[in-house]
Nanobody, 122 residues
Framework: QVQLVESGGGLVQPGESLRLSCRASGSIFSINTMGWYRQAPGKPRELTASVTSGGSTNYADSVQGRFTISSDNAKNAEYLQMNGLKPEDTAVYYC????????????????WGQGTQVAVSS
């Protein structure tokens, strides 16, 4: 199977930065897309950013220009650099991986991390 482990969350003041990391482990040959969703209290989970194995990126309008997603295919890892953080960025951030294949088959499902808390407050 596949496991995703996130790190890098914490409490920061508005305007500061954080870098989230996520690494996938297990029987993995390739991953098509990795990304981050976030969920604030009382709100639905929303796509924040994603990156494909080819390097194409996608961002929510609310984070465009402030967040940068990147990946390291060789390490099955992704990173989310978050600059200019705002109180409304406060949420639990979940790493996900889609289109995951072992060297024998496609898993046919997405995989999720356990979530990491980001809190932005003065």
């Amino acid at each position: 199977q596949v496991q995703l482990v996130e790190s890098g969350g914490g409490l920061v003041q508005p305007g500061e930065s954080l870098r989230l990391s996520c690494r996938a482990s297990g029987s993995i040959f390739s991953i098509n897309t990795m990304g981050w969703y976030r969920q604030a209290p009382g709100k639905p989970r929303e796509l924040t950013a994603s990156v494909t194995s080819g390097g194409s990126t996608n961002y929510a309008d609310s984070v465009q220009g402030r967040f940068t997603i990147s990946s390291d295919n060789a390490k099955n890892a992704e990173y989310l650099q978050m600059n200019g953080l705002k109180p409304e960025d406060t949420a639990v951030y979940y790493c996900y991986a889609a289109g995951v294949r072992s060297n024998r088959f496609a898993y046919g499902r997405d995989f999720w991390g356990q979530g990491t808390q980001v809190a932005v407050s003065s």
